[in-house]
C-alpha cells in the first residue's frame, strides 16, 4: 500500500488539542479533468475551496478562498444545513471539527490495471475537546474522472455518543445559478426527468421507503452550474447515492446565493447510538463534474460503474426468456420444459423462472400466500428445480430463478413458526402491501435464513437469480433491535449488505438481478453484488424510451434490463425490439404465439444483439435526441476505438409535416469512414432510410447527420442502424 502522510499537526495535550502553527499545503483530490480542493485554515478547520475544473498551474490552489468549512458540524456557529450533528455522553449537542492529518492511499478496485492511478485521500478531523473523530475518504478514479466520497465517525467516550446527521459528503458551490435535475415517478413510471432552478432555502429530496431507494424520488441528480446544462454542453456535476435504503439529498442556497449540497442516509427516524470505538460508516457518495454537459458526466459515471461499481461490469451479460408476464402465477411442469424450449429456439442464453414456483402450505397460485417458503410447490414441480435445470441443460441454455428472499406472507409456514422474525408493530393492526411483510433483516437469525434462502438455489446449478424486494416498510418495528427501534431503516440495509457479502464470497460471479416492485432498487450500493437491475415493470416500449432514458443518465447499459412483451401489443415487435435492444436484452413473452415471420425477425435479432452487446454494453453512449424535448428519440452507442456504433431511432409521435432534422452523431472519428446498413428489419421488408448501405465519413455524419426519422414516418416506428469504420 502507497502511504504518504502529508501532514499531521495536531497534539492532544490532556484532552485539549493545541496546534501547531504549521501551514499545510492545499490538498487536492484530482481525476484528469477535475479538481476538488480542501485546505486548512488558520482556524485550523478544514476548508473546501474549489470543485471545477483542474487548473492549468497547480500553485494557483493555495490561493482559493477559505469560504466554506468542508465538512459542517453542528451545534457551534453553523446556521444551514449541518453534514453531522450529535450529541455527547454528557449532554453536550455541539461537535467542532479540526484537521489532524491527511494521507493518500492507493485506490482498489474491480479492475486493478497495472498503472493504478487512482488514489484514495483520507483526512482526518478531529474535535478538540472530545474524543470524537471524523474521516473523510475521497477516492479519486482518474481517467474515469469520477471521485466516490464516503464519511466515519467513531469515538472514545466514556458511553455511546447519539448521531443525529451523518452525511456521506458535503459539497459547495459559488455559481450565479444552480438548475437541479432529479427523477422522480412511481410504480411503472420510475426515473421522470424534472428539471428547476434551485431558489433560496432548502430542496431536499428523500425517500422515506425503508428496504428500497427510489420510485417516488431517485437518489441521483444532476446540478448545472450558472445556467442549465444540456446534453453537450455547460458546467454540470452529476451525483449518486450507493445506498439501498432511505436517502437525503438536500441542496441549500444560502444568504450569498452560496449552495451546499449535501449527501447521505436519511437521518428521519433515525437517530444512531454509537457505541465507544465503534465506526458508523456513511454511504459512499459518487460524484463527477463535466465542463462539456450531462452526456459528458454520464459517461464518465458509466465507464467508471463498469470498471469499479457493477459486479463483473466488464464482463458479458446473458441475454435472456423470462415467464412472468408470459404466464404469472398460472404455470407447470410440462408448460415449463416449453417455455425452455422456447428459449433455445429464439436462441438467448437463459430461461428465468420468475414468482409462482414455490409453497406448499399452501401453493403460491397468486401474491397472497407463500412467501417464505421456499420448497418448490409439489402440484406445480413434482421434480423440483433440479428437473427444469436438466431441461433446460438439454436445450442449450442456462436455468435461472426468482426469489423474494426478505419477505414473507402472512399465509406460510415460516410466519406461523416465526413471528418474532417478522417487522411489525406492537399493539396494531399488520399493515400490508402487496399482501406481505418484511422480514426483520436486522436480527442475524433471519439474515442466516436469508442466506439459506440464496444458498439452496444456487447449490443446484441455478445460473442466475432475479432478487425481487415488493415492498417497503411500514409500521416498522423490530422484536430484535428493542430498545434500539432507531436503527431499523439503517441495520436493515447493513443486514442486507451482510448477507450479499456472503452471496458473494460463496458465488462470486453468478449473475443477479436486483428488482423492487419495478425499478425501486437500482443503485451503486446494490449494484456492487448485482450485475443488473429491472428499471420497471412497465415494459410499454413508449414508456420504456423514458425510463431507460432516466436511469441511463446515471447507469451503463449493460445494467438495463430491457425486456421484449407484449404489455402493449398495439406497438409492433419490431418497436418493443428496438426499444429492449438499447439495454441488456430479454424477452418476456410466448414465443409459441409468435408468427413464423416474428420468430425469425427475433431470432435475428438475438443474433445481431449478440454481435453488438459489446458496442452497447461497453461503448460510449451519446443521448442525440430527446423524448422530453420533441417527438423523437436517438441514443448511440460508440465503441472505444470508434470503428463500430449503433443507432437507435424512434418515431414517438411525430406530427404532419413536421420537420424533422438529421440526427448528428458524436464521438466518432472524424477522419473515417463509416459504412451505415440498417438492421432489425422484418423479414420481407426493405429499408426505407436514405443513409442504408451509404458510406461517409465520421466528420459528415457528426456535422450533418443522417436522418433516422422520415419525413411523416408513421408514429411509433423505429429504425437500428449499425456504422462499421472501413
Ligand atoms: C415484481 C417484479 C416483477 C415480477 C413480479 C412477480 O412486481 O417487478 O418483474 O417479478 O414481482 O411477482
Request: hydrophobic content about 35%.
Amino acid at each position: 500500500m502507497l502511504k504518504s502522510v502529508l501532514s499531521c499537526c495536531l497534539l492532544l495535550l490532556g484532552g485539549v488539542a493545541s496546534v501547531m502553527a504549521q501551514p499545510t499545503p492545499p490538498i487536492v483530490v484530482e481525476t484528469q479533468h477535475t479538481s476538488l480542493v480542501l485546505a486548512v485554515g488558520p482556524d485550523q478547520k478544514l476548508y473546501h475551496t474549489y470543485l471545477g475544473a483542474r487548473l492549468t498551474n497547480a500553485a494557483d490552489y493555495a490561493a482559493l478562498p477559505h469560504q466554506h468549512e468542508a465538512y459542517v458540524p453542528a451545534g457551534t456557529d453553523n446556521l444551514f444545513e449541518p453534514a453531522i450533528r450529535l450529541t455527547h455522553t454528557d449532554g453536550n449537542p455541539s461537535l467542532s471539527l479540526a484537521f489532524a492529518s491527511v494521507e493518500t492511499i492507493q485506490v482498489k478496485g474491480n479492475v486493478d490495471s497495472p498503472a493504478n492511478d487512482n488514489k484514495e485521500t483520507v483526512i482526518r478531523l478531529r474535535d478538540p475537546q472530545y474524543p470524537v473523530d471524523v474521516v473523510l475518504h475521497f477516492a479519486a478514479y482518474y481517467q474515469e474522472d469520477v471521485i466516490k466520497t464516503w464519511t466515519e465517525i467513531r469515538h472514545r467516550e466514556r458511553k455511546p455518543v447519539v448521531l443525529t446527521n451523518y452525511a456521506s459528503a458535503m459539497l459547495h458551490f459559488n455559481a450565479h445559478q444552480y438548475w437541479l435535475t432529479q427523477f422522480h415517478g412511481d410504480w411503472a413510471k420510475e426515473a421522470g426527468q424534472q428539471e428547476s432552478q434551485l431558489t433560496s432555502g432548502v430542496k431536499v429530496i428523500d425517500t422515506k421507503l425503508g428496504t428500497r431507494p427510489h420510485w417516488y424520488q431517485t437518489p441521483a441528480f444532476f446540478l448545472g452550474l450558472d445556467q442549465a446544462a444540456t446534453e453537450t454542453t455547460g458546467q454540470v456535476l452529476a451525483g449518486t447515492l450507493a445506498w439501498t435504503g432511505n436517502f437525503r439529498l438536500a441542496f441549500e442556497v444560502d444568504n450569498l446565493n452560496a449552495l451546499r449540497v449535501s449527501a447521505g442516509i436519511n437521518p428521519y427516524a433515525s437517530e444512531y447510538t454509537l457505541p465507544a470505538n465503534q465506526t458508523f460508516t456513511t454511504p459512499e457518495f459518487i460524484f463527477t463534474y463535466s465542463t462539456q454537459g450531462k452526456g459528458q458526466a454520464s459517461r464518465n459515471l458509466h465507464r467508471w460503474a463498469r470498471r469499479f461499481g457493477v459486479l463483473d461490469g466488464t464482463e458479458p451479460r446473458l441475454t435472456l426468456l423470462n415467464n412472468w408476464e408470459a404466464t404469472f402465477f398460472d404455470f407447470n411442469e410440462p408448460k415449463l420444459d416449453g417455455l425452455i424450449a422456447d428459449a433455445g429456439k429464439l436462441g438467448v442464453d437463459l430461461f428465468l423462472l420468475d414468482d409462482g414456483w414455490f409453497g406448499n402450505n399452501p401453493p403460491r397460485n397468486d401474491d397472497r400466500t407463500s412467501l417464505g417458503d421456499w420448497q418448490p410447490a409439489k402440484t406445480k414441480l413434482p421434480h423440483g428445480v433440479g428437473h427444469l435445470v436438466q431441461t433446460a441443460d438439454k436445450n442449450g441454455v442456462k436455468f435461472g430463478i426468482w426469489i423474494e428472499p426478505e419477505m414473507v406472507n402472512p399465509q406460510s409456514d415460516l410466519y406461523r413458526q416465526h413471528p418474532e422474525w417478522v417487522l411489525k408493530l406492537p399493539n396494531r393492526p399488520e399493515h400490508y402491501y402487496r399482501n406481505q411483510l418484511v422480514l426483520d433483516l436486522t436480527n442475524p437469525k433471519v439474515q442466516d435464513f436469508v442466506f439459506n434462502v440464496v444458498d439452496e438455489q444456487l447449490r443446484q446449478n441455478v445460473a442466475y437469480v432475479k432478487w425481487d424486494c415488493n415492498r417497503m416498510i411500514t409500521n416498522g418495528y423490530s422484536q430484535y433491535l428493542k430498545q434500539n427501534q432507531s436503527h431499523l431503516y439503517i441495520d436493515y440495509v447493513r443486514g442486507l449488505y451482510k448477507v450479499l457479502d456472503r452471496v458473494r464470497q460463496k458465488y462470486p460471479h453468478v449473475p443477479m438481478m436486483l428488482c423492487s416492485g419495478g425499478g425501486a432498487r437500482s443503485d451503486y450500493g446494490g449494484l456492487k453484488y448485482f450485475t443488473e437491475f429491472w428499471p420497471s415493470d412497465n415494459t410499454d416500449a413508449v414508456e420504456r424510451v423514458f425510463i431507460q432514458w432516466g436511469f441511463s443518465n446515471f447507469f451503463p447499459s449493460n445494467t438495463l434490463c430491457s425486456h421484449v412483451t407484449n404489455w402493449n401489443r398495439q406497438h409492433t415487435l419490431k418497436f418493443r425490439t428496438d426499444v429492449a435492444m438499447m439495454g441488456k436484452l430479454g424477452y418476456d413473452i410466448e414465443v409459441e404465439k409468435m408468427t413464423p415471420a416474428e420468430l425469425q425477425f427475433s431470432q435475428q435479432a438475438v443474433k445481431d444483439y449478440k454481435r453488438l452487446s459489446p458496442v452497447i454494453w461497453q461503448g460510449d453512449q451519446y443521448r442525440l435526441r430527446s423524448p422530453y424535448e420533441g417527438n423523437q428519440a436517438a441514443v448511440l452507442y460508440v465503441e472505444e476505438r470508434q470503428t463500430k456504433a449503433v443507432l437507435f431511432g424512434y418515431n414517438l409521435h411525430t406530427r404532419t409535416n413536421e420537420t424533422v432534422l438529421p440526427v448528428r452523431l458524436q464521438g466518432l472519428d472524424p477522419a473515417r469512414r463509416y459504412r451505415v446498413a440498417e438492421i432489425n428489419l422484418m423479414p420481407g421488408t426493405k429499408s426505407e432510410l436514405p443513409a442504408h448501405t451509404q458510406t461517409y465519413s465520421g466528420d459528415y455524419l457528426m456535422q450533418v447527420g443522417i436522418t433516422v426519422s422520415p419525413l411523416n414516418a408513421p408514429a411509433l416506428t423505429s429504425h437500428v442502424l449499425e456504422l462499421t469504420a472501413e
